[in-house]
């Protein structure tokens, strides 16, 4: 493609897909198909590029990118680094039916707060889940009832 004419998006279009149906598997792109999709950029939206081409925005963007910077070594694509999710802290007081009699002694574990999220699971499977106040006697009467039940 010469620099003087615009380029044919759609001459591109159908190399890309030309190559896309002959090959075996999932074969990268050959670097003139690339190159071709580059100076496609200088003419063209980079969506309409993406779209019309059916390339993924990164892969190009990092194409560009390395072109412009004078790379030509073999170049691999790195996918940007995702950021770890932080869980949130959680307190668990795991009692038995034993313990259940004893559970106002049981209130200096946990951090002073409004409400608690209660798990109860029996034996048979079922679980109740709940977020109650921080109301043991509330708590105590609800587990025992789920218990018996």
């Known amino acids: 493609m010469s620099a003087e004419t615009k380029p044919d998006l759609q001459k591109v279009k159908i190399l890309f897909e030309n190559f896309r149906g002959g090959r075996s598997g999932k074969e990268r792109l050959p670097e003139n198909l690339w190159e071709q999709a580059i100076t496609l950029l200088e003419y063209y939206p980079f969506?309409?590029?993406?779209?019309?081409?059916?390339?993924?925005?990164?892969?190009?963007r990092q194409r560009a990118a390395a072109m412009q910077q004078g790379r030509t070594e073999k170049f691999k694509l790195h996918r940007p680094a995702k950021k770890p999710r932080r869980k949130p802290e959680q307190e668990f007081l795991h009692l038995t039916a034993h313990e259940l009699s004893t559970v106002p002694s049981q209130t200096q574990l946990l951090a002073p707060t409004s409400a608690c999220r209660?798990?109860?699971?029996?034996?048979?499977?079922?679980?109740?889940?709940?977020?109650?106040?921080?109301?043991?006697s509330c708590i105590e009467t609800l587990c025992a009832s789920f218990l018996r039940g």
């Open 118 to 136: 209660v798990m109860i699971e029996r034996t048979d499977g079922s679980r109740l889940q709940l977020t109650v106040p921080l109301d043991w």
């Open 47 to 60: 969506r309409v590029v993406c779209r019309q081409l059916r390339l993924k925005p990164d892969y190009l």
